[in-house]
């Protein structure tokens, strides 16, 4: 199966009210472990470069990695552009083979927003084959490559905007803020409650009232989050235990998020909860084997809990699992 775009993928997502997980990838063990975990969960996956990664990784490497996670697990994958910033990098990645671009210039005007957006649409479209296309209305708060939005300067997805945004636009998915932000640490402390019995910080709900609008104003089109890490509390405790130091890390609970899959979210963009579980297995491994200096030994431990991770989320967060 050569890779796939997102249009098929998300019409059974919606219609089955599952999500399909986004992982970033930045390098053979990261598309190893995200690729493996998905076979293991007969799931459909989107794995997505940054420029980030492109930067890290060089764009050929990425694309010949993800490749060969196709020809080795048979899975249907997306290879997906994550937080294009401009008509440029788009127009590279789908000359260069992705198969899915995010244009995201939801940091500008509504109608420089539309302008750009449509040309990449259109660009992506007339390619043979058909490159998918996600945009994003509404601003998240954390660090995107070179944006950073400060909490409290982030701005919700106003639903009045989305029929008029799609339509002139004719993106394939849209990206809306509805509380969720980039990084390990969503939400500063003091808009959080603590439990009394744990002494954990509590984040605020996720605006469902948002999406339940936007969904109603279009119907059957898929939408996404951004920012969708639980920073899962074991690999925060792993870390801290052998040497880190994370405090106040929280991130998105895990219900509302299987609770926005059921509802009109189709793709679901986990990243730092990647890079918490490559970390907690070395770290780990360097704390108990300090004789080492193997790179396979402590890599491959951070790949096995990056697997593990993977393989929860799929299970008990995205509900993509046995959808082949
Ligand atoms: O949304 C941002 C992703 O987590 C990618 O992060 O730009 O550091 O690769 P990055
Ligand atoms: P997290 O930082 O919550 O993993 O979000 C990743 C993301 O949105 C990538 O685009
Ligand atoms: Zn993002």
Not at 54 to 83: C, N, Q, S
Not at 91 to 106: A, L, P, Y
């Amino acid at each position: 199966m050569p890779l796939v775009n997102t249009k098929e993928m998300f019409e059974k997502a919606y219609k089955g009210g599952y999500a399909i997980g986004a992982f970033n990838c930045n390098n053979m063990e990261i598309v190893q472990a995200i690729t493996e975990a998905a076979k293991e969960c007969n799931s459909p996956v989107i794995l997505q470069v940054s420029a980030g990664a492109r930067k890290y990784a060089k764009p050929v490497y990425l694309k010949k990695m993800v490749e060969a996670a196709v020809e080795d697990t048979g899975l249907p994958i997306v290879l997906h552009l994550d937080h294009g910033a401009d008509f440029e990098i788009c127009k590279d990645c789908i000359d260069g083979g992705f198969t899915s671009v995010m244009i995201d210039c939801s940091s500008k005007p509504f109608e420089e927003n539309i302008e750009i957006t449509r040309k990449v649409c259109e660009y992506a479209h007339n390619h043979v084959p058909y490159v998918t296309v996600e945009a994003e209305l509404g601003t998240l708060a954390g660090i995107e490559d070179d944006v950073k939005v400060e909490h409290g300067a982030e701005s919700y997805t106003r639903p009045e905007d989305v029929e008029e945004f799609v339509r002139r636009t004719g993106c394939d998915s849209l990206a809306i803020a509805i509380g969720t932000s980039h990084g390990a640490y969503k939400f500063k402390p003091e808009q959080c409650t603590r439990d009394p019995k744990t002494g954990k910080l509590v984040p605020p709900p996720l605006r469902f009232d948002i999406l339940e609008e936007v969904s109603k104003r279009l119907p059957g089109f898929p939408i996404v989050l951004h920012g969708s890490s639980s920073v899962n509390q074991e690999y925060v405790d792993i870390i801290n235990a052998h040497g880190g130091a994370l405090k106040d890390a929280v991130g998105v609970p895990e219900e509302q998020l299987r609770q926005a899959a059921r509802l009109a979210v189709c793709k679901i963009n986990i990243d730092s909860d990647l890079r918490l579980a490559l970390t907690a297995g070395i770290r780990e491994h360097f704390d108990e084997h300090p004789e080492h200096f193997d790179p396979r030994q402590y890599i491959g431990d951070g790949r096995k809990y990056v697997k593990d991770i993977v393989k929860h989320k799929i299970t008990e967060v995205l509900g993509s699992n046995d959808k082949l």
